[in-house]
């Protein structure tokens, strides 16, 4: 990496890289185009993408990252004058991973194959990689959808929500999560190691390229209805649910860490109100129910925040989420042994209570008890023994994540 060129001025992040001089012989620019049968508007992409690269003088090449097309695509694809990858694992995300790795371009521009997209604008893409962005997203609602261009569906409903939600969960600077048509610098690529193999690739590229701080600008651009006669790969309640399922996996700060703290929070003020004797409101009065339900949500809640902090370890590890300082510091503390001992003393005191019940029914020669009485010490002990039990299990998980190995 270096910083030799010059910094645009409004970088949302910094970590600058790929701004290298081109190497002798080595071309600027690649278009990879996923396809999967576009037979009808194959041609008139790579004419347009072509068309951009001579206007406007640049070393570029055009590569079609085909899945195995039974329409002539690759055919018609090698008389316009374009490259053609064949990428055997299915996949929208698959075949452009192909089709980028198989680029001998510096920079990439990605797009579609139907038509929907106009290759002519990627120049504005290039002179902002020249910049020095890393990746430069088109922005459909910036520029603008033409009539028939996007279904309402995913105008109003899924677009908008799973981009605030990616800007939301990985403060994403670009505005078009899902946009198709964006570039950026292979090597900046590179260092994503993007591995999904669906749709969600579009997401996964953008929220990496956000967690490594990269350098991410966006551009207005137009979508234009698709120019072929039948309907689109895209599948929106699945394709819309696996890149809302990607997001949640990497960051389960809001789905399970937010809501599980809230559960123990709420949960833990419940207890301490009814642990000892009933709680009255007015004329309510709040007992042994709501202690039960009350330990519950201490339970629960103990059970998400634990259960979100072991993904995120997971993600953090396999570096398919963003890095977490926060558990950095955790990890300096936590042991397996740590984790093993807090588990044992809250089973213990769990123990403790029910011990307690026991020797009051001892003393009534374990005759019938006052139940609003006796069942106090039942549920706190129960409770607290599946907390602590909880916290055994989530520390071999933890351990077994590999957080102590280095
Ligand atoms: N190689 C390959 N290309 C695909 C696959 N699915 C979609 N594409 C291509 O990806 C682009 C976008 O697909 P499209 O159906 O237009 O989806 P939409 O624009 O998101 O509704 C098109 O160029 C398709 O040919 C696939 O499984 N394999
Ligand atoms: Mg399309």
């Known amino acids: 990496m270096s910083t030799s060129s010059a910094a645009p001025q409004s970088a949302p992040v910094s970590t600058p890289s790929s701004q290298i001089e081109p190497k002798p012989g080595e071309l600027e620019v690649s278009y990879v185009i996923p396809c999967l049968n576009e037979a009808e508007t194959l041609e008139s992409c ?31 694809a090698t008389r316009a004058g374009a490259r053609v990858v064949s990428v055997t694992r299915r996949g929208y995300g698959a075949a452009l991973m192909g089709g980028i790795e198989a680029a001998r371009g510096r920079y990439v521009i990605m797009g579609d194959a139907d038509m929907s997209y106009d290759f002519g604008e990627g120049m504005t893409f290039i002179n902002k990689l020249r910049e020095g962005y890393d990746l430069v997203m088109g922005n459909r609602f910036l520029g603008g959808i033409k009539p028939g261009a996007m279904p309402w569906k995913n105008r109003y ?12 969960l990985f403060k994403c600077p670009a505005r078009d999560f899902h946009c198709g048509l964006r570039a950026f610098s292979k090597d900046a690529y590179q260092q994503l190691g993007v591995r999904t193999t669906g749709m969600e690739f579009a997401s996964e590229m953008v929220i990496k390229s956000t967690c490594r701080g990269q350098r991410i600008t966006e551009v207005p651009i137009f979508l234009h209805p698709d120019g072929r006669s039948r309907p689109p790969h895209l599948r929106p309640w699945r394709d819309g649910w696996r890149h809302l399922r990607f ?4 960051s389960p700060r809001w789905t399970l860490f937010m809501p599980g703290l809230a559960l123990l929070l709420l949960g833990l003020v419940g207890a301490g109100l009814v642990a000892l004797r009933p709680y009255f409101v007015g004329g309510v009065a709040f007992d042994v129910n709501s202690l039960i339900a009350a330990g519950f949500a201490v339970l629960l809640g103990y059970m998400w925040i634990t259960t979100a902090i072991a993904m995120r370890i997971h993600g953090v590890i396999t570096e398919i989420g963003p890095p977490s300082h926060r558990l950095q510091s955790l990890f300096r503390v936590f042991t397996l042994e740590r984790g093993l001992i807090a588990g044992g003393v809250l089973v213990t005191a769990g123990l403790a209570f029910i011990a307690s019940l026991l020797a009051a029914w001892a003393k009534v020669d374990f005759g019938a008890m006052d139940a609003s009485k006796a069942v106090r010490p039942m549920i706190i002990g129960s409770i607290l023994i599946a907390l602590g039990a909880q916290t055994v299990l989530m520390s071999f998980v933890y351990s077994m994540l590999g957080i102590r190995r280095s």
């Open 46 to 76: 790579i004419r347009a993408a072509r068309g951009c690269l001579e206007r406007n003088g640049l070393a570029g090449e055009v590569v079609i990252a085909d899945n195995g097309s039974t329409d002539g695509s690759q055919q018609i």
């Open 157 to 168: 409903i899924g677009n908008p929500i799973l981009s605030f939600i990616g800007r939301l």
């Open 247 to 250: 997001m949640m996996v990497l």
